[in-house]
């Protein structure tokens, strides 16, 4: 209706059982789509692409060379080995089930709070009880050995966000750093202001 360009980052696609329709699908002379295959397949494989409107695919192709000019070719050989021969729909089936059990893992230990996530996402969204703020929760929660971002890390323009964290279930080095990481969290919730900063 209003004729503007939508950038559709959608790399986390692949992870989901059942997508919404892309932009691009609906869009697709108004969309730039992009993927990779590091959220989806593996981290140290820097490989993505970016589909655009036929119109301004000259433009955006001119803009990606003056950016990055190009990958590495054995970057570009295993991409492309893993795509021929199903090997990254095979991984990415893989990580799907290894975010489902982590994803099981945060709703045993932090079900009773507020939390919105998605079966097979490698993140989770925390509203904060009171009396915690976002930049305070995670600030304590580092103390403790637990990273996690406040809202205003995600916000636009400076008007009040939401307090709440996002969780990065991908982020821990197994399922047991995890659980420690979100009973941490756990206890922390559950103390409320006893362990506020500054609280005496």
Not at 7 to 14: F, N, S
Not at 48 to 77: E, H, K, Y
Not at 95 to 114: C, H, N, P, T, V
Request: proline residues 8%; contains cysteine.
């Amino acid at each position: 209706r209003h004729n503007v360009l939508i950038i559709e980052d959608d790399v986390y696609r692949p992870l989901a059982d059942d997508p919404p329709p892309s932009f691009a699908s609906l869009e697709p002379e108004l969309t730039i789509h992009l993927g990779a295959l590091s959220k989806c397949v593996a981290p140290g494989l820097r490989l993505g692409f970016v589909i655009a409107p036929r119109p301004i695919a000259g433009q955006v192709a001119a803009a990606l060379r003056i950016n990055c000019w190009s990958i590495s070719p054995l970057t570009a050989l295993i991409g492309a080995r893993l795509l021929e021969e199903g090997a990254a729909a095979r991984i990415i089936d893989i990580q799907k089930q290894e975010l489902r059990e982590r994803q099981a893992i945060l709703s045993d230990i932090l079900g009773r709070f507020d939390i919105q996530s998605h079966p097979t996402s490698t993140h989770a969204w925390l509203r904060l009880p009171e009396p915690w703020r976002g930049a305070g929760f995670a600030r304590t929660c580092l103390e403790r050995g637990v990273a996690v971002l406040p809202g205003d890390a995600f916000a636009v323009g400076r008007e009040p966000v939401q307090h709440g964290v996002r969780i990065n279930v991908g982020a821990a080095r197994s399922q047991e750093d995890l659980r420690s990481a979100l009973t941490t969290m756990a206890e922390l919730l559950a103390a409320g202001h006893l362990q506020l900063p500054g609280f005496v």
